[in-house]
């Protein structure tokens, strides 16, 4: 691999120009981020690998160039840069994964009324109930909505560009909804030993 | 999807195990760089940078990322001259 042989400020001043050093600084930042994204990328994709490699490098040096005055010199620069790589190409693998899920069908069915039974199982179908009962009455629809989606296994930046908003906002969201719920949980005396299930061994 | 019993299991778990002084991922990316390369010399993270530590290990997307990143890290440090 070529050496980008630059202190940080070096880095800095060469994106920040647009003439042979922003080309020169560029050309040496894209071997660094293409053997990050082929190493990480490369093992999660079966077909059209290198392609796709290809194509997210070239988004990643746009990215970096675009965003490095965010750049806070507190790492090496071409450790933030593979950061910017690695979060551009994940979050590209993520939104492939999951394009054609839409939110509802990972949004909970409405809470059916326990069966009748052994006293194990009607305590744990009410701690149930419970648990489904201050989900809808602590939190808002938007809360609810997002906690649902994420513990249907959707990943955070896909639930935020459903419902219009960015992971960091989203995050955000969900822990005011999980401090909502722990201080009713913790109202209730509810622990996650009583959703054991009470069938398993 | 309903909302499971083993699924309710883990969100009341994660609820009360929640804080008022969470990183949030933003929070969490200002500090990673650094977090990362502590964590490539060996140093030790948990005791320096606990939220950071605590956030890639509650967050899936943020400990995604950061799992790559060192993947890509130990790749690039594997070669000569490549540090930057
Ligand atoms: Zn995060």
Redesign the interface.
Known sequence: MPSPDRTNDEWLADLAGDGPELTAALEDLRPVLHQALRVTVGPRVDRGADALVDDLVQDALLQVRDRADQFRGDARFTTWAQRVAVNLAFSELRRKRWEDVPLDVLVADPPQAPEPGADAVMEQAQAVGLVRQLIRDELTERQSTALQAVLAGMPMDEVARRLDTNRNALYKLLHDARLRLRRAFEDRGLGPDDLLDPTDP | ???T????????????A?R?D?L???DC??C???F??MTLAGLDTREALPLVEEHLRT???CG??FE??M???R??SA??????
Do not use: W
């Open positions: 999807m309903t909302l019993p083993p699924v309710l299991r883990t969100l009341v778990a994660r609820a009360l929640s008022p969470e949030s991922c933003g990316e200002t990673v760089d650094r990362a390369e967050c899936r997307c995604e990322e790559a990143l993947v890509a890290l790749a690039c070669q000569p001259h490549a540090d930057g």
